[in-house]
């Protein structure tokens, strides 16, 4: 175990070539058989600081902070690095929620957030990650329903042990009205201030604008066709265009 203490700092997204997604299967071959001759990982874990790197850090694909004294919550930058394939922040202190754009590491095949302090809801996009093979959640303070996804459902209750508010499938534990929260919510474009939009804003808006194509066709009919200018000028303004 290290003693690494403090916050992750939100510049980790500076960590450009994680940022950028790559082949991570480049390999050369000579006689001497197959070789990685690009290789690089940032682990701090364990009795010492293990570290290597060569001239390229191009199959950077790894974060290993656990069993460190980490505190504070998961900065959201981290999930800028599109590129991860594994994050482990297992065992340490860290609080707040997990960052709801999780599912922007669509590369992500491992993730490890276990013996912390992690509250709040399982992010649904945490459930779009197709190609996650091991997730541990386990022993935090998460609430709420586990997403619905084919990922999430096909891990075991241990990956969400130790959570007594959690409740939905892989556990027992059924969810009340009250825990199953909001409807799903769908990923939208990254430039969005939080990455989230509701369902109930695409019904909404789809049945504003049946209600204002509706009033439309009346005073289309009401008005006759010498009047229309007018009338969809009245209807722009209801709409709030310019």
């Known amino acids: 175990m290290n003693n690494i203490s403090g916050t992750i700092p939100k510049c980790l997204n500076n960590l450009i070539v994680l940022a950028q997604k790559g082949n ?54 981290i999930t800028d690095l599109v590129g991860l394939v594994s994050l482990n922040l297992s065992r340490n202190q860290l609080t707040g929620q997990i960052p709801p754009r999780i599912g922007m590491l669509q590369e992500l095949d491992s993730l490890d957030l276990s013996r912390n302090q992690v509250n709040g809801r399982i992010p649904n996009s945490l459930s779009r990650i197709d190609r996650i093979g091991y997730l541990d959640l386990s022993e935090n303070n998460l609430s709420g ?42 990923l939208v474009n990254q430039d969005d201030k939080d990455g989230l939009i509701t369902q109930g804003f695409y019904i909404s808006l789809g049945l504003g604008f049946a209600v204002v194509f509706g009033e439309f066709l009346a005073l289309f009919y009401s008005t006759g066709h010498a009047d229309i200018h007018t009338s969809i000028s009245g209807l722009v303004s209801q709409i709030g265009c310019t």
Request: overall charge neutral; hydrophobic content about 30%; charged content about 20%.
């Open 24 to 77: 991570s299967s480049l390999t050369i071959k000579h006689h001497f058989g197959w070789l990685y001759d690009e290789e690089a990982s940032l682990t701090w874990k364990g009795p010492g600081v293990s570290s290597k790197y060569k001239s390229t850090l191009g199959l950077v694909k790894s974060i290993d902070l656990s069993s460190n004294k980490l505190i504070g919550e998961i900065p959201s930058e």
């Open 145 to 186: 329903k586990i997403p619905i996804g084919t990922q999430l459902q096909s891990f075991g209750p241990s990956s969400y042990g130790g959570n007594p508010l959690l409740c939905g499938l892989p556990l027992l534990r059924t969810c009340t009205e009250e825990e199953k929260g909001p409807g799903q919510t769908m």
